[in-house]
């Protein structure tokens, strides 16, 4: 059994900065590529950022220069910090993992959603 979880979402002004947290649980053998999608309403869901194995780094135009994804591989959780928030940056902030658990193929595995909202 896999968990994936996003925290860190809230409401916050415009200008202001968040950090969202997705940390990844149960019987795990690895994990490859870890990202941030986003639905806004009314929207399909787009693409954020993601951070392969690797270390490097990958952002989707809207973020990029204001959100920072980041990675503790010990934790098993990916991070992303938002800032110079907008208002059309009002979501739901998904998580997806990419994990292969013992004796399985690899799976891509997707949070719940965390909501961000940014308004004044």
């Known amino acids: 059994q896999v968990q994936v979880v996003e925290s860190g979402g809230g409401l916050v002004q415009p200008g202001g900065s968040l950090r969202l947290s997705c940390a990844a649980s149960?019987?795990?053998?690895?994990?490859?590529?870890m990202g941030w999608y986003r639905q806004a309403p009314g929207k399909e869901r787009e693409w954020v950022a993601s951070?392969?194995?690797?270390?490097?780094?990958n952002y989707a135009d809207s973020g990029k220069g204001r959100f920072t994804i980041s990675r503790d591989n010990a934790k098993n959780t990916l991070y992303l910090q938002m800032n110079s928030l907008s208002p059309e940056d009002t979501a739901i902030y998904y998580c997806?993992?990419?994990?292969?658990?013992?004796?399985?193929?690899?799976?891509?595995?997707w949070g719940q959603g965390t909501q961000v909202t940014v308004s004044s």
């Open positions: 149960g019987s795990i053998f690895s994990i490859g590529v």
């Open positions: 951070m392969p194995g690797d270390g490097s780094r």
């Open positions: 997806m993992a990419r994990i292969k658990q013992y004796g399985r193929a690899w799976y891509d595995y």
